[in-house]
């Protein structure tokens, strides 16, 4: 997954990451990025948008979880939406879902976060 396949809005103060592609190095680091400039923004919450991610190898959980632990240092929230099922259980086995939510669609995740 290239970069530009990568996009983020603010929504109702809730920074929306949308991806696509398989998320891996490459396509973590690009999310992290964008993260931390929002961070850097004064942005607390997060959603990021899987739907058109289908797969999800180890390095890009570890980013995620990098992001999660920059979120606990600045008491902010991370949920991630329009998961396919192979990357929900794969966040599970991991333990994302112990520090972030999981949401069924975008708005759920905008509204509740």
Known sequence: MSSDSITGELKDNVFVVKCSGYLNMESGDSIAKLCYEQIDNGI?????????????????????????????????????????????????????????????????GVDSL
């Not at 570890?62 to 259980?89: H, M, P, R, T, W």
């Open 44 to 108: 607390t919450k997060f959603l990021i948008n899987l739907e058109n991610t289908k797969m999800v190898n180890s390095i890009g959980v570890s980013i995620l979880i990098e992001i999660i632990e920059k979120l606990q240092d600045i008491d902010g929230q991370l949920g991630f939406c329009n998961l396919a099922a192979i990357v929900e259980k794969t966040f599970k086995i991991m333990g994302l879902t112990q520090y972030s939510t999981l949401f069924g669609t975008e708005s759920e």
